[in-house]
């Protein structure tokens, strides 16, 4: 039988590695492109794809945590021990929020912007909303889920209430963590938690299903999805709103919905595909999930930063994305020899076997590898 921890570990960063290559186009397309082409339906579509990435890397990421939190409901008897570590994950998350801009920060030498080092990007927020639903492991097992539910469909609904406030006179770094708006963050706690909070009871119910019920399960996050996107696009388009003002593309409940459905239904076919479709071979697209930090962190050095300086805003559409092809085959490259020296990292002397023989020594189970990537 299969053990659960394998199949989640497979589907998991097969479904990462779709973020990342998601994220990869609409990056390398938004920042080589004419400003002339940009009008155009394949930009507009490249980036409306790519709005998915931010969502994924964050429904993922809150799965992971429910991961966590999950064994740490075995080990750790103490609530408090176990709030404890999920806090300490939220502060290690934003420690690499910081390195991650002071990175970039350094990469602009000789001309620095400190403003680049408090820019409020995705790994900030992710951080923030963990920290946030890091209370719910202080619950047990039922209350954990249906508070993350909860937790998740309040931070959607309060959104619209909390953009509409005036925030002139705050501080623009609390805006930009918290506050959706035109002129405020790109990922504010409100909405983008919501994200943290359902991935969090989705990584719940997918770590306590068996082997023989995961395939059920997972037809029912296919179901579930589909009729989130439908009844959530619906009642978007309603003449009327409960809501005073409500900005579709930054703040609404419906678009967060929507995209969590998305999200569900990409975990399904993710499955479907590494389970039953996919050959048993070294995949490119689970090696982009497996090394997705890395990634990340490399590719928008190289097309954001005074590397590609000649090349930003200079090209065709047809010629971005011939970009978006060798930025991917290179981050291609890069992860894989990535997970080819951890994996000659981890290889040591069998001191019992003799001179010469080897074994590996595995750096943990699945669950616990999953549970420690920041997305």
Not at 174 to 198: C, H, K, M, N, V
Not at 304 to 329: E, F, H, Q
Not at 364 to 372: E, F, M, N, Q, Y
Request: hydrophobic letters at 50%; proline letters at 6%.
């Amino acid at each position: 039988m299969i053990e659960p921890s394998v199949i989640r570990y497979s589907f998991l960063d097969w479904m990462r590695g779709l973020a990342v290559v998601i994220m990869i186009q609409c990056h390398t397309i938004n920042s080589f492109a004419r400003l002339d082409v940009r009008q155009g339906g394949p930009y507009v579509l490249s980036q409306f794809i790519g709005g998915m990435a931010a969502p994924l890397f964050l429904f993922m990421a809150g799965m992971t945590f429910g991961f966590q939190m999950e064994s740490l409901e075995r080990r750790e008897p103490s609530p408090w021990r176990r709030y404890l570590v999920s806090m300490r994950r939220a502060g290690y998350v934003m420690a690499l929020a910081f390195l991650f801009r002071i990175g970039n920060w350094v990469a602009s030498l000789p001309r620095p912007d400190w403003q680049e080092i408090f820019k409020v990007d995705i790994l900030n927020s992710m951080a923030l909303a963990m920290a946030a639903f890091a209370a719910i492991s202080l619950l047990g097992p039922r209350d954990r889920l249906r508070w993350s539910i909860a937790g998740g469909l309040a931070i959607a609904c309060l959104s619209p209430l909390i953009g509409s406030l005036n925030w002139s006179g705050v501080p623009q770094i609390w805006q930009d963590y918290l506050a959706p708006g035109e002129t405020r963050g790109r990922f504010p706690f409100f909405p983008y938690a919501s994200y943290i909070g359902f991935g969090l009871a989705t990584g719940a119910i997918v770590k306590r299903t068996t082997a023989d019920s995961i395939d059920r399960l997972m037809q029912w996050c296919a179901l579930l999805g589909i009729a989130l996107i439908f009844c959530s696009q619906y009642f978007s388009n309603l003449p009327y709103s409960i809501y005073p003002v409500v900005d579709f593309w930054r703040d609404s409940p419906s678009l967060i919905l929507i995209r969590t459905g998305v999200s569900l239904v990409l975990l399904a076919g993710a499955y479907l595909w590494t389970t039953y479709l996919a050959a048993p071979r070294w995949s490119w697209m689970q090696a982009l999930g497996k090394t997705s930090l890395l990634v990340y962190w490399v590719h928008v050095m190289l097309v954001y930063g005074n590397i590609a300086k000649p090349l930003k805003r200079s090209m065709s559409v047809p010629a971005a994305v011939a970009a978006v092809c060798i930025v991917t085959a290179l981050m291609v490259g890069l992860a894989a020899a990535r997970l080819a020296w951890k994996q000659r990292k981890t290889r040591k002397p069998d001191t019992k076997g003799g001179p010469g023989s080897e074994r590996f020594t595995p750096a943990g189970s699945d669950a616990r590898a999953l549970a420690t990537r920041p997305y």
